[in-house]
């Protein structure tokens, strides 16, 4: 038998009182405003895409989002193409409300294709320019139109159409800066975010 190369580690009774280590957001130190774009781009060439089909529930696509750790799903047609886009805000805020009483509706008689952006309304970016961009100009970009997502698209060489290459999230943006993003409003470096998002002064860590 091989000469085990392990070791146990000691233990020792549990004191009478056990406290949670208080939490300090820890900022991603690989990635900053100035960083390259694409360091926070979801890039579909080496991700996976999630997608739901139309005729989707609204509790089926919050299931989806939930089991993969998504707030954004793209709709496809029953071929497949791309026809929309659904966000996590989308299933839960007004668009629903809105639809089920100008239709006369239940919540769950509400498909995806009732609320989701479709292909024609979908504002994009070209990759080419993200390649070129940095961090902070894909947050200031998303929070001027109070989106949280933007879809990234490229020239397919071998036809006319367009290539759905990444998406940004401002919350997994967010979460590599260590701070919270509201998407609203401008902002120009990291140390503005800093101060938008910590009014107190309190520095983040």
């Known amino acids: 038998m091989a000469e085990q190369l392990f070791r ?3 233990t020792q009774p549990l004191a009478d009182s056990l406290a ?7 900022r991603d130190r690989s990635v900053d405003t100035d960083s ?4 926070v781009m979801t890039d579909l060439s080496m991700s996976r895409l999630v997608t739901v089909r139309t005729d989707a529930g609204l509790d089926e696509a919050q299931e989806l989002m939930r089991l993969a ?3 954004m799903l793209m709709v496809v047609d ?3 193409h791309i026809v929309g886009l659904a966000t996590s805000r989308d299933l839960t805020g007004e668009k629903p ?15 995806i294709a009732d609320i989701m952006t479709t292909k024609g309304r979908m504002e994009v970016l070209q990759f ?11 947050v200031q970009t998303l929070r001027e139109s109070s989106r949280q997502h933007a879809v990234v698209v490229q020239p397919n060489p071998g036809g006319d ?19 919270e993003i509201e998407p609203s409003g401008a902002v120009q470096s990291f140390a503005e975010l800093e101060t938008v998002l910590n009014p107190t002064g309190q520095a983040t860590g």
Do not use: C, W
Request: without cysteine; proline residues 3%.
């Open 8 to 10: 146990k580690l000691n």
């Open 20 to 26: 949670l280590l208080p939490y300090h957001r820890r």
């Open 36 to 39: 390259p774009a694409v360091t």
């Open 69 to 71: 750790g998504v707030r």
């Open 78 to 80: 029953d071929r497949g």
């Open 97 to 111: 409300i809105h639809f089920a009483s100008e239709q006369r509706v239940t919540r769950d008689e509400i498909r």
């Open 128 to 138: 080419a320019d993200v390649e070129r961009a940095r961090v902070g100009d894909i």
């Open 161 to 179: 159409e367009m290539l759905l290459r990444g998406l940004f999230s401002i919350t997994q943006i967010g979460r590599q800066l260590g701070i």
